[in-house]
């Protein structure tokens, strides 16, 4: 008992690549780009993040905790 084959439609013939992105696909890497760009040409403006020194401790616990290989 065969079963029936389907042979599969022929694709439509596009005549060109037509793309529509989304307004914020193009609008956020502007922006990022412009205050990277910002922050590189003025560094006085950005300031260091004041840290948690809990965040610190725990960093250390970790290394402490996991094993090293090759040493």
Request: hydrophobic share 50%; charged share 10%.
């Amino acid at each position: 008992m065969s079963a029936p084959t389907h042979t599969p439609p022929h694709p439509a013939i596009r005549r060109g690549i037509e793309t529509r992105l989304p307004w914020w696909a193009l609008v956020l890497p502007a922006l990022a780009f412009a205050a990277l760009l910002l922050v590189i040409l003025n560094p006085a403006d950005a300031h260091a993040a004041g840290g948690d020194p809990a965040v610190g401790r725990l960093f250390e616990y970790v290394q402490q905790i996991v094993p090293h290989q090759g040493s």
